[in-house]
């Protein structure tokens, strides 16, 4: 059925009091995926380390610094690069390496350079952490580092998995089920799973339930966008739609903050997820969307829904949905890290307005590549250069990915349009899990993976001419409306076909009867 979205929030409003209670709580949460997204930049810190020694040491050199303990040694603030000497109770002298530990032959002098014989040994004791900074991460809890290092460089890998098939997965369940019972679902999921991280009692335990946690996060981040777009009306979605991303930057400063106050990992992930427990408490309450309910010919709650609205908006003469449908009849005319991501959030919105969506997309995505081009001429020298064209690629591709989750909902119709923006995000985020690994490129060229970053942004850019705009235009509700725009990129209003069968007509004027004599 194809709902005239402009009718109805020019009858109830297009960001009243009502939108915004369900907006600024459905993007309360969103800072949450936020906080999960990064968790593990902290998390998973490597800290300065050496190999483990058997025995109780009695001194310990690092060059011309003297100390009774490795604690001591860490404090000067080395670096492990170089070997530290130790000297035992039994008299043994050991040189302590990253990953290899070897025993000297002579001990009759505690001296740092030694010429004589070594044994070499692995590293069977274990190993010693600098906990200065970091009393535990979950390298150190399991031993991620030397032959174990690639399992601690798989860890956001596999979050990003994760919120790849959360996404897609989440996004069709919210199609068929509703975006209301997705938004509870996945809510109680990150708190749930939030909390479980901080108790699993092995890497691969843990790496399971984040993944999970990754799953229900992303599907979240994906219907809670679908879900403000729905309610918010044309005037305002711009601006609403965008700020779901603010908020998600929000919860990356609060990674921050909370790993600055923080220092052991399972409380520190504790921390974060207690953010998510606000949210689930009251998320039941959130009301389904019209479009959804309209879409699912369910006529007697989409009216129960307009009713609150225009309650909670102060409207006196609330529109009917026998109304709606018979006017589409006749009139079918008719979406440092965090400091930059937030202004370039606000200068989408208004380029958004003003030039259009595919208009605002296509210039950015084009400039994206031609930084990336531009970092390859500045000399590796001039560092502040270097880094005043990465935070400027930065902005412009953050304009770029803030606007594009907006632009994917109003291409597609409530029919598709969770699963469509959860198979856009897929995407993404198989881009977030290969890129730990193009770092390996630059040891065929120092700027592969620019060179690739920029390939891809400058052919998503020319692509991007042959979608049709949206700007100003209603929400489609069936794939006929949204093939409709599509062929006409140039019209704003052009004639579709009734979407509807005789059937449902029937339906909709049987229950616009009912709802006259009710109200009589």
């Not at 999921?189 to 909390?195: D, K, L, R, T, W």
């Not at 959860?422 to 120092?446: D, E, K, Q, T």
Request: net charge neutral.
């Amino acid at each position: 059925m194809a709902l005239s979205s402009e009718r109805l929030f020019d009858s109830l409003g297009h960001f009243g009091r009502f939108q915004a209670c369900v907006y600024f709580a459905s993007v309360f949460q969103a800072m949450s995926c936020g906080i999960h997204y990064l968790a593990s930049v902290f998390m998973a810190v490597t800290p300065n380390f050496v190999c483990g020694f058997p025995g109780n040491v009695s001194s310990v050199l690092f060059h011309n610094s003297s100390a009774s303990s490795i604690e001591d040694i860490w404090t000067l603030g080395t670096s492990t690069e170089n070997y530290i000497v130790v000297q035992l109770e039994n008299g043994e002298i050991w040189e302590l390496d990253q990953c290899s530990r070897s025993k000297r032959e002579v001990t009759l002098d505690l001296a740092y350079e030694y010429k004589g014989n070594k044994s070499v040994f692995p590293c069977s004791d274990g190993f010693l952490y600098d906990d200065t900074k970091w009393k535990s991460t979950v390298v150190t809890q399991w031993d991620l580092v030397c032959d174990r290092e690639w399992l601690a460089k798989l860890i956001q890998p596999t979050f990003m998995l994760g919120v790849l098939i959360g996404a897609v997965i989440f996004g069709d369940i919210a199609d068929r089920l509703g975006r209301q019972r997705v938004i509870w679902f996945t809510s109680a999921g990150q708190f749930v799973f939030g909390i479980a991280v901080a108790f699993t009692f092995d890497y691969y335990s843990f790496v399971i339930v984040r993944f999970l946690l990754a799953m229900v996060s992303s599907g979240y981040l994906v219907v809670a966008f679908v879900y403000v777009t729905e309610f918010v009306g044309i005037k305002a979605r711009t601006w609403a739609s965008m700020h779901v991303h603010a908020f998600f930057a929000v919860g990356i400063m609060i990674v921050a903050l909370v790993g600055f106050l923080v220092r052991t990992w399972w409380v520190y992930q504790i921390f974060l997820s207690i953010a998510t427990l606000p949210f689930v408490l009251c998320c039941w309450m959130l009301p389904e969307t019209p479009f959804w309910l309209l879409s699912e010919e369910r006529y007697e709650d989409a009216q129960k829904v307009i009713d609150t609205m225009a309650r909670w908006n102060k409207v006196s003469t609330p529109c009917k949905v026998s109304e709606l449908c018979s006017v589409q009849q006749d009139d079918v005319a008719s979406g440092r890290t965090g400091a930059v991501e937030l202004p370039c959030y606000i200068i989408a919105c208004v380029a958004m307005d003003k030039l259009g969506r595919r208009n605002t997309l296509i210039p950015f995505l084009i400039l994206s590549a031609l930084i990336c081009v531009l970092i390859m001429f500045i000399p590796q020298d001039f560092n502040i250069l270097i880094i005043l064209a990465n935070m400027a690629g930065k902005f412009s591709i953050g304009v770029a990915f803030g606007l594009i989750y907006l632009y994917t909902a109003e291409l597609y119709p409530t029919t598709v349009r969770s699963l469509a923006v959860g198979s856009g995000s897929m995407m993404c985020r198989a881009g977030s899990v290969v890129a730990p690994f193009c770092v390996y490129l630059r040891s065929v060229w120092i700027f592969m993976p620019l060179l690739l970053v920029g390939i891809m942004a400058l052919l998503s850019g020319i692509l991007t001419i042959m979608l049709p705009e949206t700007l100003g235009k209603p929400l489609t509700n069936t794939l006929v409306e949204a093939t409709e725009m599509g062929r006409n990129k140039k019209s704003c209003s052009e004639k579709i076909p009734p979407a509807h069968s005789g059937a449902a007509s029937e339906k909709i004027e049987m229950f616009g009867q009912e709802r006259v004599s009710t109200d009589k």
